[in-house]
């Protein structure tokens, strides 16, 4: 583990590479896993609040779940989550003509631009973050169904960190991740 400020940062963010191949996974991450996407409260307000916008994008059955269970739920853990359709498949994923898992919110807010792209637990994957004490911790979560994303990663020779340039500023921030990029370079500097 890396220290950087107030964070603990696992080096397979410099070591992995990770790249999303929506074409081989279909957005397998919008299914699987115990539960829903983490999100904060913060996160559930600025949903409620958006919410109306954001419903006529998604299928009348998903539409009928939140109106019935709501959008979010509270895990086994006490954690907020989103809420997910009897078949596994987050409540605000929808399937294109290819198959492929989209996140509702984010087309919504595309079109929308009401400043929410999407929870950030989601924007951050593969990156999971917990806290430790006065830490906070990143680690790269390694999943099999994600494979596509790495071999695709390791072809064009972006590490995960890169990969999450944006959604680690959304986060971070932008000195944050200028330190990471400082890391990066030095550790490759070393490796010659």
């Given at each position: 583990m890396l220290i950087v400020d107030d964070k603990l940062l696992?080096?397979?963010?410099?070591?992995?590479?990770?790249?999303?191949?929506?074409?081989?996974?279909k957005g397998a991450c919008c299914i699987e896993g115990d539960n829903g996407a983490p999100l904060e409260f913060e996160e559930t307000q600025i949903l409620a609040k958006n919410i109306q916008t954001i419903l006529p994008y998604l299928p009348e059955s998903q539409q009928e779940i939140i109106k019935e269970r709501n959008f979010f739920e509270t895990d086994q853990d006490g954690d907020l989550v989103t809420t997910c359709k009897p078949t596994g498949e987050c409540v605000f994923s929808k399937r294109d003509a290819l198959g492929n898992l989209s996140c509702?919110?984010?087309?919504?807010?595309?079109?929308?631009d009401f400043g929410f792209q999407k929870p950030i637990s989601c924007h951050l994957y593969p990156i999971r973050v917990s806290t430790i004490g006065e830490y906070t911790v990143l680690n790269y979560h390694k999943w099999?169904?994600?494979?596509?994303?790495?071999?695709?990663?390791?072809?064009?020779?972006?590490?995960?960190?890169?990969?999450?340039?944006?959604?680690l500023e959304r986060a971070f921030g932008t000195e944050f991740y200028s330190q990471l990029e400082e890391i990066y370079k030095s550790r490759e500097a070393l490796k010659k």
């Open positions: 696992s080096e397979d963010l410099f070591d992995a590479y990770f790249v999303c191949n929506l074409e081989k996974c509702m919110i984010e087309v919504a807010n595309k079109e929308h099999e169904i994600c494979s596509p994303a790495c071999s695709l990663g390791m072809e064009l020779q972006v590490p995960v960190f890169r990969f999450l340039k944006n959604p």
